[in-house]
């Protein structure tokens, strides 16, 4: 389940190391892909054992939130988050993306609609993580086992074959590229192409998020499937390179490097057809996996912001399926934005990538390297070798990163993140002044007097049985003061109203009339109530009478004044408003009605 | 103001039965033009004497609905007027669209944008309608008196220069039509292309709707108005008509009739260009003021049947400009619908327009008639007369119209209109059993006595200030039992709450948790009090401590539980629920507090 999301990178991670270097040096770039794989492969090296050491320190739940937290405090934490945050987005509109490719990679035809596509794969996604289906570990394990069986199927064909001499060159459409036109191979160049390949390393921070997931002892088998997932996904990224270089295959719009690769492993037969298939619908399955992880680690990583007062409290709300919808919610609006704006193209999309994720690499080691200095536990001089190590690489690979994909893209990552992290900071600061309000003096606060006195104001619009239930529960509070009053926007009706009041046997008890000329009948309602509660010693109850239909479509054929007169009111302290119920029979329907009418006494 | 709706008909009647018949008969339809248009003249004569009558009987205000309902009853008042709404409807779509066409006509680039301008116009007259701009005299008197002068200018120009020799055919684009095919002039066709023409009769009924409105005495000036109107309008008609047919001007789908009439008489020299700018802004500004008078006219009618209860009691209710705000939406949407369904087309709108305003000129002619056979006023024959031969010969057109146009589209109309009457029926069997239900003994019941015990229950989720002040107004109520509740969707932070209330002053008053595993707390909250009311006697006021934001941001930072709470209360009689407001200062504004904080004594 946790490899879905690092596994699925080795669809797109070679192609966008030739995609960067192809247009500048034409067929040279077949001979710098397998060793910017090889590099990138060693960075992985590194993050492993690095990760080794988080899921062994941080058995419950290691992501470089916490981590980063933990050791380096609450700030560099917002980065490291908001950073992963941002590639989890990315990870999404990437993955789904590619997805997206693998299938049009297949059926040529669909390529024109690969934005709804992409969309309608991010709505299934988030509409299936808001049920809250529950993952069973079978759902994932049939399509990352059969990805991995079917990539090491075509690799190893492919070296077979290229080791029979069956292999043969992919045709390289001469329009394509300037063939060897090769201009200079720069240094630039290289790391530009290698910070492409960085993409492939989204997703190994996945397992230290889940170790609590693992059987016991939780974090031995972590340790073990890291390695393994790491292992896999280092030999498919390098094997897919070398298949890419040995086959001088370019990268093309309409069929991605895996399916052109699949095409020249498999031949043409009945059978490499078939198998052709079965690799474009495993990599499309593992690539929409991919994208639901971070629907499972996005809005957790959100709700651990939320959790400490610095993103809204929203999102620390699980639904009653046990999820955060609003941060699937959230993830489902950025990631369908992004897919829009990039029209569903992963090399546009790749320069924004992988910073965050190297961001969030470079804080959690440099975390687990202060956690080791400052706890000295045994082996730690090893583990902060390592780790140092780790924050070293993964600090420059994040410079690497951020200097050649600066003009790509990489540059509005570097502004959103500290944006971010400001608004997050700012919000942090009015979360922490209203709970300052809120709580200081509460406990004494419960005790304080009431109010000196206590008038109700039962606000009237007509006098039929609603107004006599305000009129009936206003007598029940017994206030000090009762007051009756109606905004009138219209004489006439005031009139009327004055005059079947005047009938009731209500005498100590009269009917004011407010004149509203201009209709504004919830400002005229502020002013009433606020004169009431000017003097500062006076509670008010204001009581707006509520017909309650019983039918759906009903209550579309009333105006909701009283809504509006509350809303107003809202501004003044010590104004309490209450609807006093009235229930209006359906008329064919009275089963509905939960419990029996009362009967007065 | 009156006479736009009615003028501006002339835009586009005469090319519309152009339209009908130069398809089928070919060149032979200018045969016929004049003839079609003298007996629809002659129609509007009929009705010109028709409204003579209803004005003087109905001096206040003579729409075909209160003509309708004060003489023949409620329900057939309900066919004519949504007939006439559904008209309005049309008479927006139709005179924008014409209005359009004017402007393309001189600006041919245009025509590609007919849509999203005629959508603007909409906006902007619902807006300037919405803001309630006053209508002065003038504003509707300078377009309306400048596009008569240049009507009648390009007519006389025409007469003289056709009694000159000066006229000649228009050249007919030989590949618009079959000239000289000519298929066989049936009655069907003739009648169509006369019903095509009765577009010109909408806006005629709108002078005996605002009759009050004259200088006194009001209905010999509005009967007067009436005339002159009518006869500008049968001129008009005729005079374009003729022209039509003396020029052989064939309809075009990117140049208007009158447009083309007004190159032909005006000539490619430049008084003549000039003078076709003119023609065209002045037939494009009458006809967007007839989209205006619409405005006015539809949700005053709309108003009409919301007070008898027929419409949704919404459509009644005057912003504080005095305008009736949801009418003029509503119409602005259906008529914007109309016009993306239909692109904007005139030809294609035609068929539904007519047979509505048709209807409600028969049913409100037979109403006078019914009228002068009930009142027998002096010289009730002549009345009776005059309004049954309207009553009849409208009745006639009518039946002409839907049976020509059926197939057109009129189909539409005539299944529209009887569903719209039999769902109006139905919600005013639903607004009076509300009314039968609310006011029955309502009086009486105002004096009831209150019922037997009053529970105050305090829902509360967490103990700060809000909390604090919830407790201290719960007191002020005095009830007979006081509750402090609070649902449980977290157990630790239940036991944390409960730990704290233990420390408060508050011992005869305890704190209960209700667990609430599946976090559905509005449901929770629901049962709670369900069983407190359940016995019938008992008043329950349920407290929700409501922190109120200073700062509209803030308040999207916390989620609403409150008011989904009171929702769901709804359903429960007896059950009032307070908001109980606590107000968190700004932390850099304090003066917004309208009122000083309350000092406790």
Request: with cysteine; proline share 4%.
């Amino acid at each position: 389940m946790f490899a879905s999301d690092a596994l699925s990178s080795t669809a797109y991670a070679s192609e966008e190391i030739l995609r960067t270097l192809i247009p500048v040096v034409g067929l040279l770039a077949f001979s710098f892909v397998l060793p910017i794989t090889l590099a990138m492969a060693g960075v992985l090296l590194i993050l492993m054992f690095s990760y080794r050491q988080t899921i062994k320190a941080y058995p419950s739940a290691g992501g470089a939130y916490i981590v980063t937290k933990d050791n380096l405090g609450l700030l560099p934490a917002q980065v490291a988050g908001v950073a992963l945050l941002t590639d989890y987005i990315l990870t999404v509109a990437v993955s789904v993306s590619a997805g997206v490719a693998a299938l049009y990679s297949a059926f040529g035809a669909l390529r024109d609609y690969r934005v709804p596509i992409a969309l309608a794969f991010i709505v299934i996604i988030a509409w299936g993580n808001l049920r809250g289906v529950r993952e069973s570990g079978r759902m994932f394990a049939v399509p990352t086992y059969a990805f991995l069986i079917s990539m090491f199927a075509m690799i190893g064909v492919g070296i077979y074959s290229a080791a029979t001499g069956g292999l043969h060159h992919a045709a390289v459409p001469a329009d394509h590229i300037k063939l060897g036109v090769g201009g200079s191979v720069g240094i630039f160049l290289l790391l530009h192409a290698f910070a492409s390949g960085g993409a492939a390393m989204t997703g190994v921070e996945a397992i230290s998020n889940g170790v609590p997931a693992f059987k016991k002892p939780e974090w031995k088998n972590a340790r073990s499937t890291l390695m393994v997932m790491g292992a896999c996904l280092g030999v498919m990224f390098i094997g897919i390179s070398w298949l890419a270089m040995t086959m001088h295959v370019v990268p093309s719009d309409k069929k991605t490097v895996i399916a052109q690769i699949a095409t020249g492993v498999f031949g043409s037969g009945t059978v490499g057809h078939v198998l052709f298939y079965v690799v474009q619908a495993t990599t499309m399955l593992i690539l929409v996996l991919a994208a639901n992880t971070s629907f499972a680690d996005f809005p957790r990583l959100a709700s651990f912001h939320a959790d400490d007062h610095f993103m809204p409290k929203q999102l620390t709300k699980r639904g009653h399926r046990l999820v955060f919808s609003n941060g699937i919610v959230l993830l489902s609006v950025a990631a369908a934005g992004l897919v829009i704006l990039f029209q569903a193209d992963v090399t546009h999309l790749i320069p924004l990538y992988a910073i965050g994720v190297f961001t969030s690499f470079t804080l959690s080691q440099a975390g687990m390297s202060v956690r080791h200095l400052r706890l000295r536990e045994q082996g730690w001089r090893v583990g902060l070798a390592i780790n140092g190590t780790g924050a070293l690489v993964t600090g420059v690979v994040t410079v690497v990163i951020a200097i050649t994909k600066f003009k790509g893209g990489a540059w509005a990552i570097m502004v959103l993140v500290p944006v971010l992290v400001f608004l997050l900071v700012r919000l942090n600061r009015q979360y922490e002044s209203e709970k300052d309000q809120l709580t200081e003096g509460a406990l004494e606060a419960t005790s304080l007097p009431v109010l000196r006195r206590h008038t109700v104001l039962v606000l009237l619009d007509r006098l039929d049985r609603s107004a006599a239930r305000a009129v009936q529960y206003a007598r029940t509070l017994r206030p000090d003061e009762l007051r009756a009053v109606h905004i009138a926007a219209d004489p006439e009706l005031a009139d009327e109203l004055l005059e079947e009041w005047g009938t009731l046997p209500l005498s100590k008890f009269p009917l004011e009339i407010v004149a509203c000329p201009d209709r504004r009948i919830a400002r005229a309602a502020l002013e009433v109530v606020a004169e009431e509660v000017a003097d500062g010693r006076t509670e008010v109850t204001v009581l707006l009478p509520r017909r309650e239909y019983q039918e759906f479509w009903h209550r579309f054929l009333h105006d909701r004044t009283s809504d509006s007169i509350a809303r107003a009111l809202g501004v003044l302290p010590h104004a309490n408003v209450t609807f006093v119920p009235y229930h209006l029979k359906s008329s064919h329907d009275l089963t509905r009605v939960l419990v029996p009418a009362p009967d007065a006494d």
